[in-house]
């Protein structure tokens, strides 16, 4: 992200609050009771988008980590495509004796 989209970001945040106290108030609340409810959104707002953001990160569904594992499996594909038969067939025995032995234990 750049820095002139956490400027955008912040100052869409910003006037968003000045337009949800005016709607409050047009709604028929005093100042203080639009200010308070307005600030009350905001907070909620953010603490709502704060635990969509740790949710992503506690199940590692971010653009990162996506990224990485795409990255690997590609990387694992075209090393998978690179092998000859023989190799092939050697990896496949080693993956059938590892399941076996991870079976007996």
Do not use: H
């Not at 025995?93 to 076996?100: F, G, M, S």
């Amino acid at each position: 992200m750049r820095r002139i989209d956490v400027i955008g970001i912040g100052f869409g945040i910003f006037a968003a609050g000045g337009i949800i106290y005016l709607i409050l108030q047009y709604a028929g609340l005093d100042s203080i009771s639009a200010g308070i409810w307005s600030q009350a959104l905001l907070v909620g707002g953010l603490v709502g988008w704060l635990l969509t953001y740790l949710f992503r990160v506690l199940t590692k569904n971010m653009t990162l980590a996506e990224q990485m594992r795409n990255y690997e499996d590609a990387v694992l594909q075209k090393r998978l495509e690179e092998m000859s038969p023989e190799e092939l067939e050697k990896l496949q025995a080693e993956v059938e004796q590892e399941k076996r032995q991870s079976a007996g234990n």
